[in-house]
């Protein structure tokens, strides 16, 4: 067998053992199962993840109520950032707090990570409407966030961290990309209450973010209970 051949046998042997190897690696870390109606049949740490809610849901995120309903204002109130702070807002979706939290870092950055390319044309186009400078758009993967390592004060999830097909990976870029004293905030719709209107895929508990969390080297530093219907859960680094 020519050289050549030998080579190519060899490079296919190898990618093969990387794919098993990684295959491997991601069923112990996730379980598949049927799909229930609104999950993807995966599941992590015993919880279900839910199917993403697309772009065509912005109306629904922009919609007139939202802030009564969810105290948006008081939440972003709550940010725990300064004016040059570099803030990341992860499934920024339509953009609806990465704007108001630019508000709040007129000398610092925001950046808005979005999967889906409309909705970062969206925020783009937006953006330079309101000459907002500060805001940059980054295009994410279902793995890493893409963002830079060692730069970020705050990373926010909006109720999203309950979407990601790949939570421990995403959770542990975020790490990195996070400054030695960099915070995460989940708020997620309050899954121990019934009261909350909310498909229940759609809900978490505290006790499992904080499960999820503490696995991936996170520790709970605020559990703020001041919103309506979501919690409002600050991590540390571990």
Do not use: C
């Given at each position: 067998?020519?050289?050549?051949?030998?080579?190519?046998?060899?490079?296919?042997?190898?990618?093969?053992?990387?794919?098993?190897?990684?295959?491997?690696?991601?069923?112990?870390?996730?379980?598949?199962?049927?799909?229930s109606?609104?999950?993807?049949?995966?599941?992590?740490?015993?919880?279900?993840?839910?199917?993403?809610?697309?772009?065509?849901?912005?109306?629904?995120?922009?919609?007139?109520?939202?802030?009564?309903?969810?105290?948006?204002?008081?939440?972003?109130?709550?940010l725990?950032?300064?004016?040059?702070?570099?803030?990341?807002?992860?499934?920024?979706?339509?953009?609806?707090?990465?704007?108001?939290?630019?508000?709040?870092?007129?000398?610092?950055?925001?950046?808005?990570?979005?999967?889906?390319?409309?909705?970062?044309?969206?925020?783009?186009?937006?953006?330079?409407?309101?000459n907002?400078?500060?805001?940059?758009?980054?295009?994410?993967?279902?793995?890493?966030?893409n963002l830079?390592?060692n730069?970020?004060?705050?990373?926010?999830?909006?109720?999203?961290?309950?979407?990601?097909?790949?939570?421990?990976?995403?959770?542990?870029?975020?790490?990195?990309?996070?400054?030695?004293?960099?915070?995460?905030?989940?708020?997620?719709?309050?899954?121990?209450?019934?009261?909350v209107?909310?498909?229940?895929?759609?809900?978490?508990?505290?006790?499992?973010?904080?499960?999820?969390?503490?696995?991936?080297?996170?520790?709970?530093?605020?559990?703020?209970?001041?919103?309506?219907?979501?919690?409002?859960?600050?991590?540390?680094?571990?």
């Amino acid at each position: 067998m020519p050289k050549f051949y030998r080579h190519i046998l060899i490079f296919i042997g190898l990618f093969q053992i990387i794919v098993n190897s990684s295959q491997a690696q991601e069923e112990t870390i996730y379980k598949y199962a049927s799909a229930s109606r609104d999950g993807i049949g995966k599941f992590y740490m015993g919880r279900e993840i839910s199917h993403i809610m697309g772009f065509h849901g912005m109306a629904w995120l922009e919609r007139p109520g939202r802030s009564e309903e969810e105290n948006t204002e008081l939440a972003i109130a709550n940010l725990p950032i300064k004016k040059n702070s570099v803030v990341a807002d992860i499934g920024a979706g339509s953009g609806y707090y990465t704007f108001r939290i630019a508000e709040r870092v007129p000398e610092g950055k925001v950046y808005a990570v979005e999967i889906q390319q409309e909705a970062i044309d969206y925020i783009q186009e937006k953006a330079a409407n309101l000459n907002l400078d500060q805001v940059k758009t980054i295009k994410g993967s279902e793995k890493s966030p893409n963002l830079p390592e060692n730069e970020i004060d705050l990373v926010i999830m909006v109720d999203v961290y309950h979407e990601l097909e790949f939570p421990h990976e995403m959770l542990q870029n975020i790490k990195k990309a996070l400054k030695t004293d960099g915070k995460l905030l989940l708020i997620e719709y309050r899954g121990e209450d019934p009261e909350v209107a909310i498909k229940p895929l759609h809900k978490m508990t505290v006790a499992q973010v904080v499960k999820e969390l503490n696995a991936n080297g996170f520790k709970l530093g605020r559990n703020g209970q001041f919103l309506n219907i979501q919690h409002f859960l600050v991590f540390e680094k571990d």
